[in-house]
T-cell receptor
Framework: EAQVTQNPRYLITVTGKKLTVTCSQNMNHEYMSWYRQDPGLGLRQIYY???????DKGDVPEGYKVSRKEKRNFPLILESPSPNQTSLYFC?????????????FGSGTRLTVV | QKEVEQNSGPLSVPEGAIASLNCTYSDRGSQSFFWYRQYSGKSPELIMSIYSNGDKEDGRFTAQLNKASQYVSLLIRDSQPSDSATYLCAVNMGRYSTLTFGKGTMLLVSP
């Protein structure tokens, strides 16, 4: 089944404890992206990647890191999480950055930082 | 600033009615337009795409695009309670640009 897989689905952590949210797609998509979604603010892009070893900042990159060492994986790293990073996170992928095919989203990761 | 604007709602319609959801965008050069449906706490799901002016129909859904007015809409005919969700408009602003999402319109369909 074609899908984007995120793990974990739920995570509660403490301020300052490094964490990684994994994202993997099995559709051979070039493009991958991370979003956070907060009430009233909609989907906001954190980082995106056009291909392996090519990443760029989105609208809200502060406090986050990403890497794209292989095509299928695009992990999101929070090196020192803070409570304002409590949010619902989505990974997405696409054949073409969404120009024709749109995005396929993962199931989401609900992160709580206390 | 690239923007996609949607009325946040909620838009309330009775079961069986037509729901009309609207979206405007700022970039006149935009090429591709998408509608996503998102149930509370779930991920967005692509339901319609449209690239040319006019209407595109898929089952109970019709997407309408007017590039001159920078306006795209989604009509849902015979609305069902299961259509109650937030609908996100997404616009690709340029060939090498990523999708820009609106904040979404919440639709409530009452039995």
């Amino acid at each position: 089944e074609a899908q984007v897989t995120q793990n974990p689905r739920y995570l509660i952590t403490v301020t300052g404890k490094k964490l990684t949210v994994t994202c993997s797609q099995n559709m051979n998509h070039e493009y991958m992206s991370w979003y956070r979604q907060d009430p009233g603010l909609g989907l906001r892009q954190i980082y995106y990647s056009m291909n392996v070893e090519v990443t760029d900042k989105g609208d809200v990159p502060e406090g986050y890191k990403v890497s794209r060492k292989e095509k299928r994986n695009f992990p999101l790293i929070l090196e020192s999480p803070s409570p304002n990073q409590t949010s619902l996170y989505f990974c997405a992928s696409s054949l073409d950055a969404g120009a024709v095919y749109g995005y396929t989203f993962g199931s989401g990761t609900r992160l709580t930082v206390v | 600033q690239k923007e996609v604007e949607q009325n946040s709602g909620p838009l309330s319609v009775p079961e069986g009615a037509i729901a009309s959801l609207n979206c405007t965008y700022s970039d006149r050069g935009s090429q591709s337009f998408f509608w996503y449906r998102q149930y509370s706490g779930k991920s967005p799901e692509l339901i319609m795409s449209i690239y040319s002016n006019g209407d595109k129909e898929d089952g109970r859904f019709t997407a309408q695009l007017n590039k001159a007015s920078q306006y795209v809409s989604l009509l849902i005919r015979d609305s069902q309670p299961s259509d109650s969700a937030t609908y996100l408009c997404a616009v690709n602003m340029g060939r090498y640009s990523t999708l820009t999402f609106g904040k979404g319109t919440m639709l409530l369909v009452s039995p």
